[in-house]
């Protein structure tokens, strides 16, 4: 092979490192992206990282769970690069610890809490003072994600403190460790009534969201969402900035999210 085309053939293979086989650019150099991120947001995510994946060429490593048990887990040491908490104050708390980067959190999605019931023709109620919710589950259980850390249940027992209907059902409550647990209760019939996002309930079809709670019941439901400051590399930054971009708004808007403008 002649000197000028071994020049081409050298071109043509540090074009398709560039290039994939669909022609897509991919980047320069791939990361692994490691995200710990609130179970709402499963769907949206799911969605997030297939189109990421294919624009960037970075693997995203997604672990879902309660915003409390990621903080946790964070505080303790695991390698997580992005932190997206259903709930200001667990980044409040990594955030006190020194955990993430300077000037990286921002918020990033809005939500509302639901009163769901199993099946798909349950009656809507009025939530307010005057709900008997006592009365509506009868002998059976609430299904809510932990009432005392886990955002969703955090929410919702504010919402029922609030409107006076803590009392009359705290013994009836079953938690969950998270809020898709909580809904998998309700959807599987073991629950005859359940307290979860707006936007869990639309991702269920075994469920009949019967009410919202007043936002006025419960503090706001605001994601905020940071760079970890266990390591720093570029494509962290690239990510969040995705999250802000017009796709991952289309994926969360679809989901039933309201986007916070940056």
């Known amino acids: 092979m002649s000197q000028h085309a071994a020049g081409r053939v050298r071109a043509a293979l540090a074009a398709a490192l560039v290039f994939g086989a669909a022609g897509m650019p991919l980047a320069a150099h791939a990361d692994e992206i490691t995200v710990f991120a609130a179970a709402s947001l499963t769907n949206a995510l799911a969605e997030i990282e297939k189109r990421f994946e294919a624009e960037t060429g970075h693997d995203l490593v997604i672990s879902l769970a309660g915003s409390s048990a990621l903080a946790r887990q964070i505080q303790q040491g695991a390698p997580a690069d992005i932190f997206i908490s259903a709930n200001p104050n667990w980044m409040d708390v990594v955030e006190a610890d020194g955990l993430t980067e300077p000037d990286s959190r921002f918020d990033l999605l809005r939500n509302s809490i639901v009163l769901i019931a199993s099946g798909t023709d349950a009656e809507k109620v009025d939530i ?3 709900l008997d919710l006592s009365g509506l589950l009868g002998d059976g259980r609430l299904a809510m994600a932990l009432v005392d850390a886990v955002p969703a249940g955090v929410y919702g027992k504010a919402a029922l403190e609030s409107l006076g209907l803590w009392d009359g059902v705290e013994t009836k409550v079953a938690q969950a460790d998270n ?5 998998a209760l309700v959807a599987t019939g073991e629950a005859p009534y359940g307290i979860v996002y707006a936007t869990d ?4 079809d075994d ?3 019967v009410g919202t709670f007043p ?4 503090p706001p439901i605001v994601y905020p969402a940071a ?3 266990n ?3 570029p494509a962290e930054a690239e990510f969040l900035d995705y999250l802000r971009g017009p796709e991952a708004r289309e994926a969360f808007e679809r989901q039933g999210f309201v986007v916070i403008e940056q």
């Open 128 to 130: 307010g003072p005057d």
């Open 179 to 183: 809020v898709r647990a909580a809904l």
């Open 201 to 204: 309930a639309a991702a269920e």
């Open 207 to 209: 469920v009949t969201v």
């Open 215 to 218: 936002d006025d019941s419960h």
């Open 227 to 229: 760079d970890l400051a």
């Open 231 to 233: 390591r720093d590399f």
